[in-house]
């Protein structure tokens, strides 16, 4: 669908996540009203009659499937092109008989029909087995070969060639469903992940996170470093300037912070305005002083239109093989409280304290 963004951009009355089905239906009227010009021109030049004026009725047919398409009318465009592919393949088949695999094209539809989110569901199975059923009457009620012949000495190819083109649409039809699903499946996890507002890890996906690491750090006998944060006196900034303040204030804030941690870091919106970082430091120092960087950083700054100035309390502890992460996070939390306790926009440890 890439190609297709290239060259045509959607109306702007397409939704983003509608885009990709757009785009299938309108490279299958473009396809189909192609296709049937090819035929008009085909029939004309073997002088089979009743063939011409189907493909004018299909020309037609296909020209008004992409008049709906553009007016994004998708579920009346396809039940066009339903009607217009069983009466073609009902006539061809009538006229040449089925040794020219124009009955293929039942098949098509009949899968794409069944799996189309644009139409329901009921009418799309009720459409998809008059498809199949219709495509087994032709081989019930038509001979194999009719006494009009044309290009006799290719049917195989025109045999191959129908049974490809009909059942392309419905290799592309599945790609565009697992990419869709895909895309689905990413946008449901990073949902289940992530928090909304910021954009950080929420504490559900973080706690799983802390819980690995600690096991990975077990299996190897080392630490790790774990900080729980919270920005000081946050709710007199939603009370004095409201909510929708303070939440500009934690989506600068955020990013600022994943700005300034190093890739090996983490960091997670553990409630409210408070943060929690996963630490990857040598020691309890290196880790105490990267944390004071992001607190000074974070004090030096003004924040929104407002120019606010946002301090920030940390509480930090070191997680060894034998402490749990249940354990670390109660004695950050703590060393939080403390910190809050002692004047606040401080780090705070079992070894080291660092004021403004």
């Known amino acids: 669908m890439l190609f297709l963004e290239r060259i045509y951009k959607a109306p702007n009355s397409v939704a983003a996540e509608d885009k990709p089905t757009f785009y299938a239906v309108l490279l299958g009227g473009w396809t189909g009203l192609l296709v049937h010009i090819c035929f008009f021109f085909l029939f004309v030049w073997q002088d089979v009659e009743l063939m011409v004026n189907v493909n004018i009725f299909s020309i037609l047919a296909w020209s008004w499937y992409l008049y709906l398409a553009y007016k ?7 039940y066009i092109a339903c009607a217009e592919i069983s ?6 088949v009538s006229a040449l008989g089925t040794q020219y695999g ?24 009720v459409l998809s087995l008059f498809c199949l059923f219709l ?29 490809l083109s009909a059942t392309f649409p419905i290799v592309i039809g599945i790609m565009i469903m697992k990419r869709e699903f895909v895309l689905q499946q990413e946008a449901l996890q990073r949902l289940a992940n992530h928090d909304m507002l910021t954009d950080l890890h929420n504490r559900r996906f973080f706690y799983t996170y802390l819980n690995e690491r600690h ?28 909510h929708s303040l303070g939440d500009d204030v934690l ?10 941690l190093s890739k090996s870091d983490n960091i997670a919106r553990w409630g ?14 290196s880790a105490f002083e990267k944390l004071d960087y992001l607190r000074a950083s974070i004090c030096a700054e003004r924040f929104t239109r407002k120019r606010l100035n946002i301090t920030m309390s940390f509480g930090l502890v070191e997680v060894t093989p034998n402490l749990s992460v249940d354990e670390a996070i109660k004695i950050a939390d703590e060393y939080l409280y403390t910190a809050k306790s002692e004047g606040r926009n401080r780090v705070i440890s079992d070894s080291f304290e660092q004021k403004p």
């Open 72 to 78: 994004s009318k998708w579920s009346d465009a396809i």
């Open 87 to 92: 009466i073609h393949a009902v006539f061809v």
């Open 102 to 125: 124009f009955q293929f094209y039942l098949i098509s539809i009949a899968c794409l029909l069944v799996v189309n989110p644009s139409i329901k569901v009921m009418s799309g199975w």
């Open 135 to 163: 495509f087994a009457g032709l081989y019930v009620i038509f001979p194999s070969a009719t006494e009009q012949v044309i290009f006799e000495d290719h049917v195989l190819l025109i045999f191959v060639m129908c049974f």
């Open 215 to 242: 096991a990975q750090a077990k299996e190897k006998n080392r630490s790790f470093f774990l900080a729980i944060a919270d920005i000081d006196k946050f709710k007199m900034v939603n009370d004095v300037h409201g």
């Open 251 to 260: 989506v600068v804030v955020s990013n600022r912070l994943t700005q300034l």
């Open 272 to 285: 409210g305005e408070e943060f929690m970082f996963y630490l990857d430091s040598d020691d309890l120092k």
